[in-house]
């Protein structure tokens, strides 16, 4: 069984920045492309980033390019979300998810395995 489990989330203050990590452990044969999710209060879960095994494609939303840094670490099984000038919009669990066929995707039901989700609160 595949699970991911995130860390680094937390309070920060507008302004500052995160780095949000996501293991994965199992039965890890696969080269999964990896992406993250947020979902903000009341609303539905959203792309945030999302990139491939071999970390050569990588997606962003439109209202976190340039903002966010997706990368990954193939020999420590490991996701990372660098989150930076952060705002109270950027509120939100955050979720990362692993998709079999490797290549990454904007669409969450591609996605087979996902966290539990980290909370990420960013003060005013």
């Known amino acids: 069984q595949v699970q991911l489990v995130e860390s680094g989330g937390g309070l920060v203050q507008a302004g500052g920045s995160l780095r949000l990590s996501c293991a994965i452990s199992g039965p890890t044969f696969r080269r999964y492309g990896m992406g993250w999710f947020r979902q903000l209060p009341g609303k539905e879960r959203e792309f945030v980033a999302a990139i491939s095994w071999g970390g050569g494609i990588i997606y962003y939303a439109d209202s976190v390019k340039g903002q966010f840094t997706i990368s990954g670490d193939n020999a420590k099984k490991t996701a990372y979300l660098r989150m930076q000038s952060m705002e109270p919009e950027d509120t939100a669990v955050y979720f990362c998810?692993?998709?079999?066929?490797?290549?990454?995707?904007?669409?969450?039901?591609?996605?087979?395995?996902w966290g539990q989700g980290t909370q990420v609160t960013v003060s005013a």
């Open positions: 998810a692993a998709e079999p066929l490797g290549g990454g995707s904007r669409t969450a039901s591609q996605y087979h395995f």
